[in-house]
């Protein structure tokens, strides 16, 4: 089992900085992919920036240059750094892990951009 704690959000101005961290523990060998899924009012839940396990990173198009997923081995958590964020950015942002095909969550967190 991998348990997620999710931190960080909030509320910040078009054009502010936020950063999300994600707080891993449980078994957290054999991890596929990491990272983060947003869900705005009325819309699906989409990808929004993922570390595989060879270390590679993968951005939603909406986002790139502004997002980026820092992580730390060593204290088993990982983040998104969220800049220039934009009212389309507002939505509660969920951490994932891929352990053995399977998908463990973070309980969210909302991120509310105001223009």
């Known amino acids: 089992q991998v348990q997620l704690v999710e931190s960080g959000g909030g509320l910040v101005q078009a054009g502010g900085s936020l950063r999300l961290s994600c707080a891993a523990s449980?078994?957290?060998?054999?991890?596929?992919?990491m990272g983060w899924y947003r869900q705005a009012p009325g819309k699906q839940r989409e990808l929004v920036a993922a570390?595989?396990?060879?270390?590679?990173?993968n951005y939603a198009d909406s986002v790139k240059g502004r997002f980026t997923i820092p992580r730390d081995s060593a204290k088993n958590t990982f983040g998104l750094q969220m800049n220039s964020l934009k009212p389309e950015d507002t939505a509660v942002y969920y951490c994932?892990?891929?352990?053995?095909?399977?998908?463990?969550w973070g309980q969210g967190t909302q991120v509310t951009v105001s223009s």
């Open positions: 570390i595989g396990s060879g270390g590679s990173t």
């Open positions: 994932y892990i891929i352990r053995a095909n399977t998908y463990y």
């Open positions: 449980g078994i957290l060998f054999s991890i596929n992919a």
